[in-house]
């Protein structure tokens, strides 16, 4: 079975395909390396099959979860998902329109086209995180905090798989790199303490400013200390995306984050790397749910949200159906993809014989690989 056809209905790559051009469809299908751990997080999910109860009281259904206080209506999120206008003109807009229409949060990258506030203004009250690449300067890392509380983000998610970039090989053969004509740096270019230390104002001179936004963002030398700097400088709740180690997730609750992302940035950073639904049950079994972990890669179905929160999953993260979707028209097919996970992981639950979330455990699962 090739991997293109598991998007939910018709929103997967290959309407996407048809509509972008080869540079901007290579990046968002693209992945690292062989393309292993892309393909992986994928296929885990048929190592597990639902093993349905019968005779259960099916009728009222709630799919609700309850996440630092705030309940969503659904157990899913939108990814952070940057450089938006590859895709669509709307950018981060049509996302987080989407999103803030049908009640499910969304996690704005640090590489977003659109500056937050827009993004915040556009989603109104819609539950909205911020995801944050480390940079390299303290002041603006505090700049970009306080920017993303005072626009009303809710959480910050700190991506720490992505310190360097992963060999991708589409966009090396395409020589495709978007950040460089300006694209995905809308927090970047509004920033005050960023646009201090450029010689002359970011649209004088695109490239230059996206080089040096990207080297603020290439920070090697990232580390817990760093971490633990991020976590003084915020109340809001703090997650790490990125991480498939257990011991990692623990270091992580010791330097006092309030969540865990268990991804691999969706095959696009280590090729080899363990599945991310492979790696699950280990991070979950090291919290003890003390915290809530939450998981992304691979997730195209309603079977497949059923099956992460079967291994431990407080919720999950949708990307690249989103991506495609934004493509293919913007915000309104968008909304089509939420809008289809949700009846679809709601059906799934009912036949499942379960009717919350709540009763989603293990033994809603069969290993068979
Ligand atoms: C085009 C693209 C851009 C991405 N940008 C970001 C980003 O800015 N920040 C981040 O933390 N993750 C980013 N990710 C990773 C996603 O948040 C998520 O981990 C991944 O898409 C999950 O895999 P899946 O889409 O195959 O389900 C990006 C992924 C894609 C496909
Ligand atoms: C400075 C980090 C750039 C990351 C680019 C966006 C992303 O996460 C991805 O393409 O994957």
């Known amino acids: 079975m090739s991997i293109f056809q598991r998007c939910t209905y018709s929103f997967g790559e290959n309407r996407a395909k048809n509509v972008l051009a080869a540079g901007p469809f290579g990046y968002v299908c693209g992945a690292a390396g062989a393309g292993d751990t892309h393909r992986g997080n994928i296929e885990a999910f048929q190592h597990y099959r639902i093993r349905p109860r019968v005779c259960c009281d099916i009728t009222k259904r709630d799919l609700s979860v309850s ?66 690449y480390p940079p390299k300067d303290q002041e603006l890392t505090k700049s970009f905090l306080k920017r993303a509380e005072d626009s009303g983000f809710k959480a910050i998610v700190v991506t720490v798989d992505s310190t360097i970039l992963g060999w991708r090989e589409t966009d090396l053969q395409n020589a495709y790199l978007p950040f460089l004509t300006g694209q995905g740096m809308g927090i970047y270019f509004t920033d005050p303490v960023f646009c201090s230390k450029l010689r002359e104002a970011p649209h004088n001179n695109v490239k230059e400013a996206a080089l040096k936004a990207l080297e603020e963002g290439n920070n090697t030398c990232f580390t817990w200390k760093e971490l633990a700097f991020i976590r003084e400088q915020t109340r809001l709740p703090l997650l790490i995306k990125g991480t498939t ?48 972990i939450i998981m992304d890669g691979g997730i195209r179905r309603g079977a497949d949200i059923l099956k992460a929160i079967a291994l431990g999953a407080a919720a999950v993260l949708i990307g690249r159906p989103y991506a495609y979707a934004l493509a293919v028209a913007g915000k309104s097919e968008v909304e089509e993809v939420i809008k289809h996970l949700i009846a679809e992981t709601e059906l799934q639950l009912a036949i499942s014989g379960r009717s919350s979330k709540n009763d989603v455990n293990p033994s809603l699962l069969m290993k068979v690989k």
């Open 67 to 132: 996440i630092f206080g705030t309940r969503f209506p659904v157990p899913f999120l939108l990814a952070p998902i940057g450089v938006n206008t590859i895709l669509h003109p709307d950018g981060e807009l049509g996302p987080a329109r989407a999103a803030a229409k049908l009640g499910v949060p969304y996690i704005l990258s640090n590489v977003s086209s659109v500056p937050m506030e827009k993004v915040a203004e556009a989603m109104g009250d819609g539950i909205r995180w911020f995801q944050l």
């Open 245 to 292: 180690h257990p011991d990692d997730a623990l270091l992580a609750m010791e330097h006092g984050v309030d969540g865990i992302i268990v991804s691999n940035h969706g095959g696009r950073q280590l090729d080899g790397a363990v599945a991310t639904l492979e790696a699950l049950p280990a991070i979950v079994e090291s919290i003890q749910g003390k915290i809530p």
